[in-house]
């Protein structure tokens, strides 16, 4: 019988602790709880009032991986759930707003991502975001020089942009904006990653085409639609190793020479939170919300 673990006066069945889900690193199921309990004061905020969509790995990245964006079966009465509207009809989704709920997703295995807009505003977004992508033999060296180029022509309209790990192979840019139609965030990301190419034609390329981005790095700007979610950061990933989504300082983008600088596992968190805060924290400070031209 699974023993109850009580979190914040919430009662959790904490399965298969001892599973190895990670074999190349021996990383078990319970080394993946005590890293989101850990990592949960900077994890949280950055969950609250976004509805979450689940990419599970219950077996580990080797076995089944599979979305869920329902509400799962079994979930406890506790955790909160919101509808959320869809092309396809309203969908019952959950909301990751404490500790206890955070636990419970964790047990389940999986990734958490979430979209650019907040429960009680869907389709108006309070983030804006850039996936780059990079095509081999292109590396994370190469997104860096991408990322630096945003940033700077980002700041030039006024939007403050922070980076993340893509805890894969390319990295994430994600700028606080004051609310405004997912079209309209779209537009403008769209808009950029064109003027990238543009300026940056051996470098960058704005188009999703995949013959074209070998060597190249894609500056994917469909995820601020409403429809689609990104990475949440410091979520681990289903990858060989427990790698996380996590927060970088610009100083770590303009020195990056080698993909292994910008790769962290579950245990460098830990240390970099207590060096360096939650790096991303002014993504919540709305009076540091940038503007849409």
């Known amino acids: 019988m699974t023993p109850i673990t009580e979190v914040e006066g919430r009662g959790l069945a904490l399965s298969n602790l001892e599973k190895v889900l990670y074999p190349a690193a021996g990383f078990t199921k319970g080394e993946l709880l005590h890293y989101y309990a850990t990592t949960a004061d900077a994890l949280l905020p950055h969950l609250r009032d976004r509805p979450v969509s689940f990419l599970r790995y219950p077996d580990g990245p080797g076995g089944q991986v599979f979305f869920t964006k329902n509400v799962p079966p079994g979930t406890p009465e506790w955790v909160t759930t919101a509808e959320v509207p869809r092309t396809e009809g309203p969908a019952r989704m959950v909301l990751v707003q404490d500790l206890p709920s955070l636990m419970w997703a964790a047990n389940l295995v ?41 940033r700077e022509r980002l700041a030039a309209d006024g939007i403050e942009a922070y980076a993340k790990t893509s805890g894969s192979k390319g990295l994430h840019l994600a700028a606080a904006i004051r609310p405004a139609p997912s079209e309209q965030a779209t537009g403008y990301a769209k808009e950029l990653a064109v003027e990238a190419e543009k300026v940056m034609p051996r470098l960058a390329i704005h188009r999703m085409t995949k013959s074209l981005r070998p060597g190249k790095v894609f500056v994917d700007w469909s995820q601020n639609a409403a429809r689609k979610t990104t990475a949440t950061p410091y979520t681990l990933r289903a990858r060989r190793d427990p790698t996380v989504s996590a927060p970088v300082t610009w100083e770590e983008v303009e020195n990056c020479r080698s993909p292994r600088t910008l790769t962290f596992l579950a245990p460098d968190l830990a240390p970099r939170l207590q060096d360096y805060g939650d790096l991303l924290a002014p993504l919540l400070d709305t009076s540091r919300s940038g503007t849409l031209p």
């Open 110 to 150: 999986t990734e958490f991502h979430t979209p650019q807009w907040l429960i009680d505003a869907p389709g108006e977004a309070d983030r804006l975001v850039f996936d780059l992508d990079p095509g081999s033999p292109a590396t994370v060296v190469e997104c860096c020089e991408v990322a630096l180029w945003l």
